[in-house]
């Protein structure tokens, strides 16, 4: 019989987490299953994918040029509405880029493990993001050619930027979150591409990956630099999840526009860009599960987990919503009261009310395990975010803006074909730096999910000692 003492470092039965694995993983078997397929030749549909998305592209890139010859009178900006879809998109992508440092810096932190097997993917589409949401600033600015003058150092014209602005913490806000993110990202594929450059067969993939490795040999020194620099850069991704969102915020609540100078609008803002975030997560997820054949490493058991979070979310939401209405009616301000009934009764009512029905009302479908576990109930529901996500951006900016204080300067603004063009087109960089990644690089972090295996974990079992 077991004694007491075979049970003395035993981990109690009630800690032991779930295998996040499904079947027999092995380090062998890992390292084949995600390393090796880099080097394996794409499948059609992945060629006519990069096809679609390139298409897209470059509808965009020809409407940006179009916007560079004409200005951006090609927009349907106007007056009061000069913020709109360029503002719109902007703060639309630099929210998608949110759950990537959130999964991968926030959960790291609190040594959450199911993050391992999704964060490498959720950090890049953070870059892929970012990428797509500076686009428009940058193309904003009208004389886009002369956007160094926003960043302040020593010049003969006299000019220096205002440190009062908002906007221009914007510019150091995302700049510093791309950075960091970008850093954070690539310090985790070292050891992976360290795997790649050792399996390789062919010289010219050697020579890349030995110069991305940037030395890595796997030593014991390597790693205690490697851990110290990951966390280190994890705690700073933390704070800057928390923070460039909020400075996205204060480009609204530091105005005196009705319906956006209102302290609510940064933590507002965070849960949204989570919320939008982790919905686009879920889309590539579920396509990059089955396509590549990544079930028994990117369980059902992941994407129940992201669902929960996108319904904890869209909760979240809905408080933040009904704040709104009730800070409308119970600051007794004729201007905000007016700016809220707009969103829903007013001329872009049927925006408000979309935004609510895709944010609030359809994801709580999810509060059901069988909903959770089915891609169409799991896809629809993230769609739906990502739609009305983008619409509550086109709400607060374009409804607010088109109905000022002054009543003679109201004006209906409509969308042109280049402002669908360039949205299409974002879609079309984004989607085609998701695929292209997904051929180049090993899309799940097999140095993070080794330590997860079923076999690398401390058992629960003590040895059998019979008396």
Request: hydrophobic share 55%.
């Amino acid at each position: 019989m077991r004694t007491d003492a075979a049970h003395a470092g035993a981990i109690p039965e009630a800690l032991i987490e779930p295998s996040l694995t499904v079947g027999k993983v092995t380090p062998g078997s890992l390292d084949d299953q995600v390393l090796a397929f880099p080097e394996t030749k794409p499948p059609r549909q992945w060629y006519l994918g990069l096809a679609i998305t390139l298409t897209a592209l470059f509808i965009g890139l020809g409407f940006i040029g179009y916007t560079f010859v004409t200005g951006i009178g090609a927009w349907g900006n106007n007056s009061p509405v000069f913020w709109a879809f360029d503002i719109i998109n902007f703060v639309f992508w630099v929210g998608i880029g949110h759950a990537g440092t959130l999964i991968s810096a926030i959960l790291f932190l609190f040594r959450k493990r199911w993050r391992n097997a999704i964060a490498r993917f959720a950090e890049a589409m953070t870059i892929f993001a970012v990428m797509c949401a500076v686009i428009f600033p940058l193309i904003h600015v009208g004389r886009p050619w002369l956007a160094f003058w926003l960043f302040p150092y020593p010049n003969q014209r006299a000019l220096w930027t205002n440190f009062r602005s908002p906007l221009l913490w914007d510019v150091f806000a995302v700049n510093t979150y791309f950075s960091v993110s970008l850093m954070f990202w690539y310090l985790g594929l070292i050891p992976d591409i360290a795997s790649m450059r050792d399996r390789t067969t062919s010289k010219l993939r050697k020579a890349i990956y030995t110069a991305l490795a940037m030395g890595w040999r796997g030593a014991a020194s390597h790693w205690q630099h490697y851990e110290k620099a990951y966390l280190l850069l994890a705690g700073l991704a933390t704070g800057l999840v928390l923070s460039v969102h909020s400075v996205v915020s204060f480009d609204f609540a530091t105005s005196v526009v009705p319906g956006w100078h209102m302290t609510i609008f940064p933590p507002y803002f965070v849960a949204g860009a989570i919320f939008a975030g982790f919905a686009m997560v879920v889309i590539v997820l579920v396509v990059v599960r089955e396509t590549m054949q990544l079930k028994n490493l990117i369980t059902m058991r992941h994407l129940d987990v992201m669902n929960k979070v996108i319904l904890a979310m869209s909760c979240i939401m809905g408080y933040s919503y009904m704040m709104e209405g009730f800070t409308a009616w119970y600051s007794m301000n004729e201007f905000l009261h007016h700016g809220f009934m707009n969103i829903i009764s007013g001329t872009y009512g049927w925006a408000g009310w979309l935004t609510i029905f895709c944010n609030i009302l359809f994801p709580q479908i999810l509060w059901f395990r069988k909903a959770r576990a089915s891609y169409f109930w799991m896809i629809m529901v993230a769609l739906g975010v990502t739609v009305g996500m983008w619409f509550e951006r086109f709400v607060i900016i374009v409804i607010s803006l088109h109905q000022d204080y002054l009543p003679s300067a109201w004006r209906i603004y409509k969308p042109t074909m280049t402002d669908f063009g360039i949205l299409l087109g974002t879609f079309g960089l984004f989607f085609t730096l998701v695929l292209i990644f997904a051929r180049v690089l090993p899309v799940i972090a097999t140095t993070e999910v080794k330590a997860i295996l079923p076999d690398a974990q401390p058992s629960h079992h003590g040895d059998d000692h019979h008396a």
